[in-house]
């Protein structure tokens, strides 16, 4: 069995879960929030300026700090409890495929997961602003132009940034039977990071894999994008290299 049978196999895993609901759910909830945002004369003649750019930057921020976060925490955690959830970990290790296939196959889904959030949030953002429009008719959205080039950089950067996160929260997800152990653990670390940039400005918390996704969306951290994405990106090689090992060695089959 090859790693696209495979990936079709985990897929189709996820059909009856609620793994989907929970990406359209937490996708929509940044540009909920935001709809209801610059409400005051203030708010919306920053608004104005700018509209487009102003707007998805300010969503994008709001997914990066919290939501983000949240949801590699979630989503992390309830793919493989399908097996565990279930009892067929005997069958999917005793099937025709290698384990390395199944771990893989399982990160990827993992990915599309995430590729997928984005992207539903970009979507809900672009429906929130334009009804938002049509309340406000003074923000003239279409004298007005996206900077299409820091938008594509925004996302990419968000993906990049969480993907520390991601190799950590798999590796708990995916050697525990417990629910509630890596879900504490991701709350707890995402408590920890705030805690490490909102109050303590540690000179070194950029290098605490969580607090990266916060990082990247402060303006004054510009000129370091490329270190913390870098970082970001070590750690989940980190992580996942780890996780396989360890899922090789069989210590997550018992």
Known sequence: MNLLTSFRTELLKTRRTSLWYLCCTAAILVPFFMF???ESGEGLNELKTDPWNIYFRQGQRAMNIMFLPMYIVLITTLLPQIEYKNNTWKQV???????????????LVIQVLILLFILLHNLFMLVSL??????YPTLVLWEHTIN???FLKMN?????????????????GIRSKSFLL????????WILSAVMVAELHWPYAKYFPNVIPMMVVFPKLAP???TLTLISVGYAVLFLGLALLEFNTKKVKE
Do not use: C, N, R
């Open 224 to 226: 370091g994008l490329s």
């Open 182 to 189: 890596p879900i504490g653990v991701g709350i707890g670390l």
């Open 93 to 107: 290790l005793t099937s025709p495929q290698s384990t390395s296939h199944i771990f893989f196959s399982k990160l």
């Open 130 to 135: 334009t009804t938002k429009s049509v309340l």
């Open 156 to 172: 990419a950067i968000s993906y990049m940034s969480i993907l520390a996160t991601l190799g950590l929260q798999f590796w708990l």
């Open 36 to 38: 209801f945002d610059y």
């Open 148 to 150: 299409w080039m820091e």
